[in-house]
């Protein structure tokens, strides 16, 4: 884990939330997508829901998923989101927790 700013933290979420956003506008997916303060909301088709939230205290992205609840903390030498309990990169482990969970595949490249 690095230290940063406040400010540092809030673009580097905010710009993961827009690509986010984007790929979900850009691509034809039923995949409703709503951002609420430091929250976003994947909603599916099956109904099911991902959650992605700032945790501003610890400077971490927190994903929840129906399958568990994973926290990321950006590393700086990678340029990644990575999770603190598994070392996984936070774009793969979304793609492939959206297939898992509702059965689309989709890319954020």
């Known amino acids: 884990m690095i230290v ?3 400010s ?20 034809d997916f039923d995949i409703e997508c709503d951002v609420n303060g430091g929250v976003l909301t994947l909603e599916f088709e099956n109904r099911s829901k991902m959650v992605i939230n700032k945790q501003e205290p ?3 992205l927190w994903l929840a998923t129906k399958f568990g609840g994973y926290h990321f903390e950006w590393q ?16 793969s482990f979304l793609v492939e927790s959206i297939a898992k969970q509702s059965g689309e595949q989709l890319s954020f490249n």
Not at 86 to 91: I, L, N, R
């Open 4 to 6: 940063m700013n406040d």
């Open 8 to 27: 540092q933290y809030h673009q580097l979420v905010d710009e993961a939330f827009e690509r986010i956003e984007q790929t979900m506008d850009s691509d």
């Open 58 to 60: 610890l400077h971490q």
């Open 76 to 91: 700086e030498p990678a340029q990644q989101w990575i999770c603190n309990r598994s070392g996984v990169e936070f774009w």
